[in-house]
T-cell receptor, first 107, second 114 residues
Framework: GQQVMQIPQYQHVQEGEDFTTYCNSSTTLSNIQWYKQRPGGHPVFLIQLVKSGEVKKQKRLTFQFGEAKKNSSLHITATQTTDVGTYFCSRTYKYIFGTGTRLKVLA | DGGITQSPKYLFRKEGQNVTLSCEQNLNHDAMYWYRQDPGQGLRLIYYSQIVNDFQKGDIAEGYSVSREKKESFPLTVTSAQKNPTAFYLC?????????????FGEGSRLTVL
């Protein structure tokens, strides 16, 4: 199938450390979205990337879309306990979600 | 306030029983989706609908059924044919046709089969 894979599956970091999750698609994507799901909550939209090589920033979060539009990454600088949750990427065709990366931040 | 309402939030059922999960939105979105999430797992697409009276199967449609008689409503029935129905079910909606709109999610329904 047209899968969207994410690595790592889990990540534990000390507060203040950086964190990166990677999203890889087996097919070229027209665009990609990122969502965050807090423990016990529902996914909330973070951002959408459309252009090849695009980089967008939201405060401590940096999102990148690969040149070939088959991969993307989310980088968090100096993690805080409020960053805890699962981060998903999603293709917008049928909105197929990646497998997610669960982030735990140790204070 | 505009949004998506799912009910019930928690549901228990016995094996062999059908159960229907409600999803209502007042965002005037054309497209609606149902996802299943298992503990520690990602989101898997069950069914989606891009317009009233039309819907398509997602990756794991077996054992589920849906209807889309009204734009605002997209109920999901978990039938007795679903072999492992215990999960967290999420409903979402988006603006149709743009293929770029963000998904808005409800708060989810947690189904437990006893």
């Amino acid at each position: 199938g047209q899968q969207v894979m994410q690595i790592p599956q889990y990540q534990h970091v000390q507060e203040g450390e950086d964190f990166t999750t990677y999203c890889n698609s087996s097919t070229t994507l027209s665009n990609i979205q990122w969502y965050k799901q807090r423990p016990g909550g529902h996914p909330v939209f973070l951002i959408q990337l459309v252009k090849s090589g695009e980089v967008k920033k939201q405060k401590r979060l940096t999102f990148q879309f690969g040149e070939a539009k088959k991969n993307s990454s989310l980088h968090i600088t100096a993690t805080q306990t409020t960053d805890v949750g699962t981060y998903f990427c999603s293709r917008t065709y049928k909105y197929i979600f990646g497998t997610g990366t669960r982030l735990k931040v140790l204070a | 306030d505009g949004g998506i309402t799912q009910s019930p939030k928690y549901l228990f059922r016995k094996e062999g029983q059908n159960v229907t999960l409600s999803c209502e939105q007042n965002l005037n979105h054309d497209a609606m989706y149902w996802y299943r999430q298992d503990p520690g797992q990602g989101l898997r697409l069950i069914y989606y609908s891009q317009i009233v009276n039309d819907f398509q199967k997602g990756d794991i449609a077996e054992g589920y059924s849906v209807s889309r008689e009204k734009k605002e409503s997209f109920p999901l029935t978990v039938t007795s044919a679903q072999k492992n129905p215990t999960a967290f079910y999420l409903c979402a909606s988006s603006i149709r046709g743009k293929d770029t709109g963000e998904l808005f999610f409800g708060e989810g329904s947690r189904l437990t089969v006893l």
